[in-house]
């Protein structure tokens, strides 16, 4: 009786699935156009999936492209920070020190403020007194007795000047490291840069002075300036 049954299932499964394909096979040849349904609704599904397989690397690719950005950036960074780092390591405090100290070494001694004035004034009047001179001798009605005295007056200035600076030279080489001399009326000022001068050093610069301008001792006037 089981036996019975089990067969019978079974047959009605068969026909079950034969009247199935039946129908399926009906509705085919009937409405070939519904075949598009499914073809269309799978190949969207492939295409759907294939968007989304593609989003999924599209986003994946991004990622690593700013992933590798950063890196790239931070590796230019540090090569920067490198660089600067080396640069400062190269200009040291002590390399600038030495630069400054360097070049104030080279640079030219100025010359004392008070001796250097004194000669471009002492200059200066001489370069006038030769411009006056000068326009004497320009002057049409002049007389030949004014002409010769003009003349010999811009010689004597010249003789003068040149006295004074070979002088000064000289009493430099006793040691003294600033000197300027005035004559006024054959009478000499010699002042001399020093804390004080003693009777030899003294002696010494009316001997030059007395030579090379040729004036006697008792108008030659010796003074220091520290």
């Known amino acids: 009786m089981k036996s019975l049954k089990k067969n019978q299932v079974v047959i ?8 199935t394909a039946g129908y399926l096979n009906f509705t085919n040849e009937q409405g070939g156009k519904n075949n598009l349904l499914p073809t269309s ?6 295409q759907m999936a294939a968007i989304g397989d593609a989003t999924l690397v599209s986003a994946n ?3 690593q492209n700013v992933t590798n950005n950063q890196v790239v950036q931070n590796d230019i960074s540090n090569q920067i920070l490198e660089t600067n780092s080396n640069q400062n390591e190269e200009v040291s405090p002590n390399s600038s020190n030495e630069n ?10 100025i010359e004392d403020g008070y001796f250097a004035q004194s000669r471009l004034d002492r200059d200066n009047m ?3 007194m030769l411009a006056n001179y000068q326009k004497i001798l320009e002057t049409d009605n002049i007389t030949a007795e004014e002409k010769t005295n003009a003349q010999t007056e811009m010689k004597r200035i010249g003789n003068e000047k040149n006295a004074i600076m070979i002088a000064e030279n000289l009493i430099k080489t006793k040691g003294f490291e600033e000197v300027v001399l005035f004559v006024n009326n054959g009478n000499v ?3 001399i840069k020093a804390e ?3 009777e030899n050093q003294i002696a010494q610069i009316q001997n030059i002075i007395t030579r090379e ?3 006697k001792v008792n108008k030659i006037n010796v003074s220091s300036k520290s």
């Open 12 to 19: 009605f499964v068969i026909a079950l699935m034969l009247m």
């Open 41 to 46: 609704s799978l190949a969207d599904s492939e």
């Open 61 to 63: 690719q991004t990622e």
């Open 100 to 109: 400054i100290n360097e070049q104030t070494t080279n640079k030219p001694k």
């Open 126 to 128: 001489y370069s006038q």
């Open 189 to 191: 000022s010699a002042i």
């Open 196 to 198: 004080k001068l003693d």
């Open 213 to 215: 301008l040729n004036v």
